[in-house]
């Protein structure tokens, strides 16, 4: 089985992208061949520093390594080294419905959130199609978000096959039901364009702040607090032991307890759960030739699997 995701070098990565996807893809590197990739091009729709796209890159691989991805098990690579990529993207545009596009939420949230149109905002389902059908993925763990986006690559992967022959393995999305859509401080999706996020390896009094900054409801310190979409609660179960994410919720219920307690202990739960991964990240921050060797090598295992696509849709299409 080949499972396959990818994650946008669009600035610090949130609590949201570990525990929807990142979390996820990690737990699955023993079930299967694993691809995860720095999204590059598409971080190319919203960034348009170079020197701050350069980081961002250095940024997430440094933080997906930190928290736990293994070279040895899983191909580690930039989207950006693999030429294959734009050009099946182009041949797989030639023949998507517009229709389809229009209907992708994703396009839709970001203008409306006041990103300027762009063809490549607009046809970003379609190279994320090029980036799963490269690799005749089975399998791509993502957050609820990105469903649509896999959908789309699924029903182009069905209109080459009629149109060319069988080419292209049909993708299944993977999506944990429980971490789909993680909150973020307002109890909105978490994401970076709603500033509501919770960074992962924010510094101690950075993070502090974040938590802190949870909204809450106006109860008293006396009066029971509802856990009915708690986003303490909720971000609590991920990084605290059921017994402790238990006894919160009993402590919720029995009042007696202001939130400002319960901020503090889920500070702490979110501190100690990533430790041992800030403590990678800082031992990689001192060896980025091995980060970069790992990129390289992960880039040459990647090209491989889809140049040979590549060489079958071209011949396929009638390019050879
Ligand atoms: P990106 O960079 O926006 O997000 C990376 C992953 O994090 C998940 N995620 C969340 N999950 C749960 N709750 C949240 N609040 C939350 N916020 C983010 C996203 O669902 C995603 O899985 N288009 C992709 C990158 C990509 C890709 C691909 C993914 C490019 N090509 C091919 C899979 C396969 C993106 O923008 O993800």
Redesign the pocket.
Known sequence: MRI?????P?GSL?L??Y????RPALQLQDQGEALYFI?DY?ALTTTRHADILRKNIREVALDFLAAGLDPKKTIFFR?SEIPAIGELSWILATLAPMGLLERCHSYKDKIAKGLPSSLGLFS?PV??AA??LAYESDL???????KQ??EVARDLAVKMNEAYGPLFKLPEPSICEE??????LDGA???KSYGNTIGLFLDESALRQQVMSIKTDSSSLESPKSTENSVILELYAHVASPADYQTMKERFQSGGVGYGTFKKELFEAIWNYFLPMRERRSQLLNNLDYVESTLAQGAERANAIAHALLEKVRSAVGLR
């Open positions: 396959l995701s990818g994650i946008q669009s949130h949201g992208n525990f929807g996807m990142m999204a598409h989207q970003y190279l994320m980036d799963i791509v763990p993502v957050g609820k978000d990105q986006h896999v971490v789909a859509s993680i909150p973020g999706k978490m994401s």
